[in-house]
C-alpha cells in the first residue's frame, strides 16, 4: 500500500497569513493526490486534484503544487472560514489511502 | 445540484450484519464510480469500497474484504453497503462519494451515517 505521509498534524496561523500543509507519498504517484477539507461535524469537501487543478467554487487562494512523491497545499490570505482539518489522498493506485490530517485554526 | 444521502447506519452488535444506503441523485449516477469512505471518531478518513459505473468491478481494503459486499442499483440511483461480521473497529461514520472516473478523486461526498458496533 502508499503510504502518505502529511505535516504538520496541526497548525495555527493568524487571519490573512499564508500557510502551508506538506504530503509525502511513500512511491511516485505521478500527481494523482487530492486535497479535501473538512469542517467541524461536516463531511469532506474536495479542494484540489490532480495535484494541482482546482476544484469548482473553491476560492483561488487556494492552491496545490507538486510531483513524485512531495506535494503541498497552500492556503493564502487565511480567513476564518479555512478553519477545519484538511487531507491529502492518492488514487494512483488501489487501495486509496489518505494523510492522517491537518488541524488549522485561527490565533 | 448533486446529492449524497446516506442512510441505515445505527447500533449493531459484533459479528451482526447491517446494510447501508446511498442515495444520489442530481447526475446521472450510472455515469459514475460510487465509493464508501468511513471516518472512526475523532479520526482520519479510510477509503473502504469501490464499485465501477456498471457494477462490473469492484475493489476493497483488505480489512473488510469477504466481510463487506458495495452493490448499486442504477435503475434506483441507490449505492450500498453490505456489512456481515461486524467488528468493533467497523465503528465509523460512513461517506457514500462520487468519483469522477476510475482511479480518481472524490469529488462529491454525503452527510455520512454513523455505525456503532458494540455489545
Known amino acids: 500500500d502508499i503510504q502518505m505521509t502529511q505535516s504538520p498534524a496541526s497548525l495555527s496561523a493568524s487571519l490573512g497569513e499564508t500557510v502551508t500543509i506538506e504530503c509525502r507519498a511513500s512511491e511516485d504517484i505521478y500527481n494523482g493526490l487530492a486535497w479535501y477539507q473538512q469542517k467541524p461535524g461536516k463531511s469532506p469537501q474536495l479542494l484540489i486534484y490532480n495535484a494541482n487543478s482546482l476544484h469548482t467554487g473553491v476560492p483561488s487562494r487556494f492552491s496545490g503544487s507538486g510531483s513524485g512523491t512531495q506535494y503541498s497545499l497552500k492556503i493564502n490570505s487565511l480567513q476564518s472560514e479555512d478553519v477545519a482539518s484538511y487531507f491529502c489522498q492518492q488514487y494512483y493506485d488501489y487501495p486509496f489511502t489518505f494523510g492522517s490530517g491537518t488541524k488549522l485554526e485561527i490565533k | 445540484e448533486v446529492q449524497l444521502v446516506e442512510s441505515g447506519g445505527g447500533l449493531v452488535q459484533p459479528g451482526r450484519s447491517m446494510k447501508l444506503s446511498c442515495a444520489a441523485s442530481?447526475?446521472?449516477?450510472?455515469?459514475?464510480?460510487m465509493a464508501w469512505v468511513c471516518q472512526a471518531p475523532k479520526k482520519g478518513l479510510e477509503w473502504v469500497a469501490t464499485?465501477?459505473?456498471?457494477?462490473?468491478?469492484?475493489y476493497y481494503r483488505d480489512s473488510v474484504k469477504g466481510r463487506f459486499t458495495i452493490s448499486r442499483d442504477n435503475a434506483k440511483s441507490t449505492l450500498y453497503l453490505q456489512m456481515d461480521s461486524l467488528r468493533s473497529e467497523d465503528t465509523a461514520t460512513y461517506y457514500c462519494a462520487r468519483q469522477d472516473g476510475s482511479l480518481v478523486w472524490f469529488a462529491y461526498w454525503g452527510q455520512g451515517t454513523l455505525v456503532t458496533v458494540s455489545s
Open positions: 442530481g447526475f446521472t449516477f450510472n455515469n459514475y464510480d
Open positions: 464499485i465501477s459505473y456498471d457494477g462490473s468491478s469492484t
